[in-house]
């Protein structure tokens, strides 16, 4: 299952970006998606994610109400709008499908993109 992010870059703090992730060849209607990040020597670490039944999401405590994940079916489309980005923020972000919403809150998915370089300058 191809997953492409994209939407990220090089900003300065304070700054927004908006990251996409676009998915094809499963029903992406009724699939649960999540965005993650691993910075260099860092594990990875879960951001957001967002659960297809209802749309419930869940977010780190270190981006909460700052970063929102966001999804648009019609599009095949996954969205993260990162607003006040902070230095700390800087790593590379990755999309994930998840089939199942408690394994994607642990960080087990099924696919994986190939993750958008998000760098933060002070």
């Known amino acids: 299952v191809p997953v492409m992010e994209s939407g990220g870059g090089l900003v300065q703090a304070g700054e927004s970006l908006r990251l996409s992730c676009t998915v094809s060849g499963l029903r992406f209607g009724v699939s649960n998606f999540g965005w993650f990040r691993q910075a260099p020597a860092k594990e990875r670490e879960g951001v957001a994610v967002?659960?297809?039944?209802?749309?419930?999401?869940e977010y780190a405590d270190s981006i909460k109400d700052r970063f929102t994940i966001a999804r648009d079916n019609a599009k095949n489309t996954l969205y993260l709008q990162m607003n006040s980005l902070k230095p700390e923020d800087t790593a590379m972000y990755y999309c994930?499908?998840?089939?199942?919403?408690?394994?994607?809150?642990?960080?087990?998915?099924?696919?994986w993109g190939q993750g958008t370089q998000v760098t933060v300058s002070p």
């Open positions: 994930a499908v998840g089939d199942f919403f408690p394994d994607l809150l642990d960080g087990k998915a099924s696919y």
């Open positions: 967002i659960r297809w039944t209802d749309d419930r999401t």
